[in-house]
């Protein structure tokens, strides 16, 4: 099954955060809409680039950016890893992904291993389930690099995406515009990210 997979923390974060701008626009054009003898002929539609390069976690994606890496998914009987094979990944192990195939929701995952197996490579790919959302962290800069992914921020177990730094278990982290979260217990540390086990302090 052709897919394609958008590689890097930075990648990842400037996507996510483009899906969350677009939805956003789309949901206030949607209100406004339903409103028109308020605001008649008013709405707000996203630029032209923004349509064709965002697509929505929560929508069968059609296309892709031209950027990233062409794989093919194999059959497989695991239901906690997938399988791809591609002839040259541009990818690398313990990073993480945005996997994307045609007519299906885009799947965030880490990338736990690559093998070379005659003129191709076999890449094992971990999904992370949950609810996703991306938040700028404050006092951080421009950096998409300073991005926090956060897994079930609704939930009573959330977890933490951050790029690889110095973080320690019982720190806290402020969102811009949002939560703090407090760092309970490191559960994945790699060259490119760190996840953690978080709190929410509302």
Not at 64 to 77: A, D
Not at 119 to 147: F, M, R, W
Request: with cysteine; net charge neutral; glycine share 6%.
């Amino acid at each position: 099954m052709p897919a394609h997979l958008l590689e890097g923390f930075v990648a990842v974060s400037a996507h996510l955060q483009g899906e969350e701008k677009l939805s956003k626009i789309m949901n206030l054009s949607s209100q406004l809409s339903r409103g028109r003898s308020l605001a008649r002929d008013m709405s707000l539609v996203p630029l032209e680039h923004e349509k064709s390069f965002y697509k929505p976690l929560n929508s069968s994606l059609i296309s892709f950016p031209e950027h990233g890496t062409s794989l093919s998914l194999l059959r497989n009987v695991s239901k906690q890893f997938l399988v791809a094979e591609s002839p040259a990944p541009n990818c690398s192990t313990g990073d993480i992904g945005l996997l994307c195939r045609e007519q299906q929701p885009a799947k965030l995952v880490i990338v736990r291993q690559q093998t070379l197996y005659e003129d191709v490579t076999l890449i094992l790919l971990e999904p992370i389930i949950g609810n996703i959302t991306i938040h700028d962290i404050e006092n951080a800069g421009d950096s998409n690099s300073q991005k926090a992914i956060v897994i079930g921020m609704e939930t009573a177990q959330p977890e933490v995406l951050l790029a690889n730094g110095k973080y320690t278990v019982g720190s806290k982290i402020k969102l811009l515009y949002g939560n703090t979260l407090y760092l309970k217990a490191c559960v994945d540390s790699t060259p490119w990210l760190v996840r953690f086990k978080a709190g929410v302090d509302l």
